[in-house]
């Protein structure tokens, strides 16, 4: 099993900037890509970045230069750098683990973007 547990999530307003932390603990030796999916109220959840065992990432187009995901070497931590935030960019952000996709999830993070 692999426990996910988010942090840094919180209000912040228009261009301003966040960290997300994700914390990985189990038993992580088939873990090849974390990332991050963000769900707004209403709409579908989707991805927003993602990154794999040999550093590799990849971003929705809506945060391309604006968000980049990192992970520490020990690969237990990953993290999302938001710069230059939108109010549509306000959802619950969730971070997630897997072989190929997300096979684990974490309880997520409310990022709220507002005056």
């Known amino acids: 099993q692999v426990r996910l547990v988010e942090s840094g999530g919180g209000l912040v307003q228009p261009g301003g900037s966040l960290r997300l932390s994700c914390a990985a603990s189990g038993f992580l030796g088939n873990i090849n890509v974390m990332g991050w999916y963000r769900q707004a109220p209403g709409k579908q959840r989707e991805l927003v970045a993602g990154?794999?065992?040999?550093?590799?990432?990849n971003y929705a187009d809506s945060v391309k230069g604006r968000f980049t995901i990192s992970r520490d070497n020990g690969k237990t931590m990953v993290y999302l750098q938001m710069n230059s935030l939108k109010p549509e960019d306000t959802a619950v952000y969730s971070c997630?683990?897997?072989?190929?996709?997300?096979?684990?999830w974490g309880q997520g993070t409310q990022v709220t973007v507002s005056s």
């Open positions: 997630t683990a897997g072989r190929s996709g997300p096979e684990y």
């Open positions: 990154i794999t065992r040999v550093g590799d990432t």
